[in-house]
C-alpha cells in the first residue's frame, strides 16, 4: 500500500519504532535507518532524531532509541539477544549437517532468533531452499531426522526446530508486498552457504521500496563477515548465479560427460529417478498435511507453513500498542500468512 509514501519523516521514525516496540524491541540509529519506509541519511535521521528527543516522543539510553517510557526495553533486548544467541548456535549445528545434502541451496533463520527478539521459550524458525523438483524430497529427509532426534517442533516448542518455509530456486518471488513481508525476507540470517546473503533477498528486489536503505545496508552473514548489499551485483566468492543457486561452486568440467553419451544418458536417469522420488513424496506429504490442514500454503514448489497465525498475533500487538495514527498504516495491509 502507498500510504506510508504520506508520512513524514517524524512520523516514519516513531512508526518504525511502534512497529518494533510490538516486539518489545528498542532500536540502535543504524536499526532505524536499515527499518525505515523512507530514503534517508544517516546525519539527516540523527538531527530528526534529536528533535524527537526533545519533544518527548521518544528517549535515548545506551545507544538505543525508544518511546517515551519504555526504558524497559533496554534490559528486555539484552535478554533476548542472549536467548537469540543460544538458539542461534543451535541452528549452525544443525546447518552444518543439512547443507551436506546436494539439493539445499541455501538455510536461514527467520522470525524473532534472525531479529535478536527470541524469548526463552521460543522455537527456531528455519528457511530453507533447495533445487527444482527436490523441495519435498529434500524435506522428507529433514523433518524425518529431526523427529527422529526429537528436534522437530511439537507439543514442547523451545529450542525445537520449525522448518516452516520451504522454496524452489525457481520460485524465489513472493507476489504479496507489504512492509511486513519486506521486513521478515530482510531478517533472514543465511547460515548457509557461509559468507552468503539470501537469494530469496535478491529474489525480490521489490523489498527495498518498503525499506529504501536496503540496497545500501554492509549485510553480515552468520560467521560475521562482511558481504556486499544485497543488489549490489557483487558474490561472495565461491558462489554462482547462472540458474539463481548459491554457495555451490561448478564442478570442474568433466571430460567423460563431454566425450561420453552412455554417461550423459546415465546421469539423466538418475536425475529422473529423483524426480520421481519427489512427486511421491510431495503426494505422501501433501496427504499427511491435509488432515491438519488450516492455512498453510503447500504446493511442488513452495510450502510455508505457520502454526501460529502471526498475521493475527501482531494485529493484536498493534491494537494494543500502537498509536492509532500508525495502526492504520499496517492494519489494513496484507501480512505475509
Request: aromatic share 12%.
Amino acid at each position: 500500500m502507498n500510504t506510508r509514501h504520506a508520512l513524514t519523516f517524524p512520523e516514519a521514525i516513531v512508526f518504525t519504532l511502534h512497529y518494533a516496540d510490538c516486539f518489545d524491541s528498542s532500536l540502535t540509529l543504524d536499526e532505524i535507518w536499515g527499518h525505515l519506509p523512507l530514503k534517508i541519511s544517516k546525519e539527516t535521521l540523527n538531527q530528526y532524531l534529536d528533535e524527537l528527543i526533545k519533544s518527548g516522543e521518544v528517549e535515548f539510553q545506551n545507544e538505543h532509541y525508544f518511546l517515551s517510557g519504555r526504558g524497559g526495553l533496554l534490559e528486555l533486548k539484552s535478554q533476548f539477544g542472549d536467548f537469540s544467541d543460544a538458539k542461534l548456535a543451535r541452528a549452525k549445528s544443525l546447518s552444518s549437517l543439512i547443507s551436506k545434502l546436494p539439493w539445499v541451496h541455501e538455510i536461514g533463520v527467520s522470525g524473532s532468533v534472525a531479529n535478536k527478539t527470541a524469548k526463552e521459550n521460543d522455537d527456531i524458525d528455519l528457511v530453507i531452499v533447495t533445487s527444482s523438483k527436490r523441495l519435498w524430497f529434500t524435506r522428507l529427509i529433514i523433518v524425518i531426522y529431526l523427529k527422529l532426534t526429537r528436534q522437530y517442533r511439537g507439543k514442547v516448542v523451545k529450542d525445537k526446530f520449525c522448518p516452516n518455509v520451504w522454496l524452489s530456486l525457481e520460485n524465489l518471488e513472493f507476489e504479496n508486498r507489504s512492509y511486513y513481508l519486506a521486513r521478515e525476507i530482510a531478517s533472514v540470517k543465511v547460515l548457509y552457504p557461509q559468507g552468503g546473503s539470501s537469494v530469496i533477498e535478491k529474489a525480490n528486489p521489490w523489498i527495498s521500496l518498503y525499506l529504501p536503505q536496503i540496497p545500501h545496508i554492509g549485510r553480515r552473514g552468520s560467521d560475521g563477515e562482511d558481504l556486499p548489499p544485497p543488489h549490489s551485483g557483487q558474490r561472495p566468492s565461491g558462489s554462482w548465479t547462472s540458474s539463481g543457486g548459491a554457495g555451490r561452486p561448478f564442478p570442474p568440467p568433466s571430460p567423460f560427460t563431454a566425450t561420453h553419451g552412455w554417461v550423459r544418458l546415465g546421469f539423466q536417469n538418475f536425475n529422473l529417478i529423483f524426480n520421481y522420488f519427489d512427486q511421491l513424496s510431495f503426494s505422501f506429504q501433501k496427504m499427511l498435511i491435509k488432515r491438519h490442514l488450516t492455512r498453510e500454503l503447500v504446493t511442488v514448489n513452495r510450502a510455508l507453513f505457520h502454526p501460529v497465525n502471526y498475521e493475527d498475533v501482531l494485529k493484536d500487538k498493534i491494537d494494543k500498542k500502537m498509536h492509532p495514527k500508525y495502526r492504520e498504516i499496517l492494519v489494513d495491509s496484507k501480512f505475509w500468512s
